[in-house]
């Protein structure tokens, strides 16, 4: 039955693409809301349609409505198009529907983890005796999982909570997950270029009283930047304070020995943040927290009877309930075990560099078009920001909107999608950008050049004109 309801699945899903017919349906969201509700409704029948019919009719209307991230011009956020060595995983996963929180639920599935989790903590931690890694939904759960342990590390010396100071480019769920764990709200410092000021950070630790996390980035949102993080580990420890590394975007970096180097200084951290549903290809959620020490998960540990009961821990079944905060959990493991062994670490390497490499390719074509700019400065990982040269020559207040209109008009006819960001120009003043995430593992430089005209285009549509680039012709 499953072979059969796949295959209808499979069909349901290219007949969906072919209607929608570009990276995003058409219309906005009035009409894709429209069309999901006429094609589905009603979705609580009195009398069921059957597998077959309600497969082909779901499926295919969530797919012609869908943001299609295989598609090159789907470039805004850090939103992968999955491998298909991975999806087909996850079927398995959703098949089997192993629930990772008793040995029982997950014989096998608990001990795939295991080896998974150590091989994710020793690429991150080479040469560390026991490093360990806790597999989450994504980097806002692994972040909060790392202030939650800096809390308790914190109330196990006395201290009644922790001080954390962060980059003001941080991610957002570094503020959340303080607000959700009651902790003073993180200490933002300054970012000039984009990156976390290591001697802001000192000043900034000289003002905390008792214990102090600070938080790097490796592969900022907007910018895909990565923070000086050998010079941040220096301050921190010079304070006495401990070093937390949010690397969701930039940890795959890794897998490669060419960029490796980018994340020196990771080694220092005492807990990391990665993500495999960005620079890792696999279907969402795949996160991962790297610890330097397995001792460090500890506060995790719960005794719970009907999971994992003390005679049942010594009669030799594992205990899976400190291995989450979760306790219903899905088998993501499954699917990042699969991709691993079918690429290898140079495999996913290979097409980390190309993701890097299709970044500098792309602000190349920017730097080259007559009527956009580039942010100046360093490309980041694999993050381009740029702007219509007709917004720079809008009236003062304008050249923004401009850039927010050009962008929901490609929405609006489903033609591209690229993100926007606040970043400084060369002059400090910070503006609104057009950003491109480029995360396709196939694409190159003339699968991308389009995405420009159409930026261009849009902003002509806009009712702005094409001034000529300073300097004149190119």
Not at 31 to 53: F, I
Not at 325 to 332: F, G, I, L, Y
Not at 348 to 358: D, I, K, P, T, W
Request: charge should be negative; proline fraction near 8%; aromatic fraction near 2%.
């Amino acid at each position: 039955m499953l072979g059969k309801l796949t295959s209808v699945v499979l069909d349901a899903l290219a007949e969906g693409a072919d209607a929608r017919g570009g990276p995003l349906p058409a219309g906005g969201p009035g009409a894709v809301a429209e069309r999901l509700r006429a094609a589905c409704a009603p979705v609580l029948p009195e009398h069921g349609t059957g597998a077959e019919e309600a497969l082909r009719t779901v499926v295919r209307a969530v797919a012609e409505g869908a943001a299609d991230p295989a598609d090159p011009w789907c470039a805004a956020h850090l939103h992968c198009p999955p491998l298909a060595v991975a999806a087909a995983a996850d079927l398995a996963a959703a098949a089997l529907n192993p629930s990772m929180d008793s040995w029982d639920q997950a014989p096998s599935a608990s001990v795939l983890e295991q080896e998974v989790t150590a091989a994710l903590a020793a690429l991150v931690y080479p040469g560390r005796t026991a490093p360990d890694a806790l597999v989450t939904s994504g980097g806002t759960e692994s972040n909060l999982l790392a202030l939650l342990l800096a809390r308790e590390r914190a109330r196990a010396a006395g201290a009644p909570a922790v001080g954390v100071v962060c980059g003001a480019t941080a991610h957002h769920s570094v503020r959340r997950a303080a607000w959700l764990l009651d902790l003073p709200a993180p200490v933002p410092v300054d970012c000039p270029g984009g990156r976390t000021d290591p001697e802001a950070v000192g000043r900034a630790l000289a003002r905390v009283t008792g214990p102090a996390l600070v938080v790097a980035t490796a592969g900022t949102t907007d910018e895909g930047l990565i923070d000086p993080l050998p010079q941040l580990a220096a301050v921190a420890a010079r304070h006495g304070a401990e070093l937390h590394v949010d690397a969701a975007y930039g940890g795959p970096l890794l897998f490669s020995d060419r960029l490796a180097p980018l994340l020196d200084g990771l080694e220092s951290a005492v807990s990391v943040t990665f993500d495999l549903h960005k620079l890792g290809w696999q279907p969402v959620a795949a996160g991962v927290l790297a610890v330097r020490d397995a001792d460090l998960l500890t506060p995790l540990a719960l005794r719970t009877d009907y999971l994992n009961a003390a005679d049942d821990g010594e009669a030799g079944l594992p205990d899976l309930l400190g291995r989450s905060v979760r306790t219903t959990r899905r088998p993501d493991v499954l699917k990042i075990a699969a991709t691993l062994r079918a690429l290898g670490r140079t495999g996913l390497g290979a097409l980390v560099e190309h993701c890097v490499a299709a970044a500098r390719e792309f602000a190349a074509l920017v730097d080259a078009h007559p009527a956009l700019r580039r942010r100046p400065g360093e490309t980041g990982i694999s993050t381009v920001l740029f702007r219509p040269l007709a917004a720079d020559a809008a009236p003062p207040g304008e050249g923004d909107a401009l850039v927010a209109e050009v962008r929901r008009r490609l929405l609006a006819e489903g033609r591209a999608v690229v993100g926007r960001a606040v970043a400084e120009d060369a002059d400090g003043t910070r503006r609104l950008w057009l950003k491109a995430t480029l995360l396709h593992p196939r694409a190159a430089g003339e699968d991308l050049a389009g995405l420009l005209d159409l930026a261009a285009a849009a902003a002509c549509r806009a009712g702005a004109p094409h001034p000529p680039r300073p300097g004149g012709p190119r």
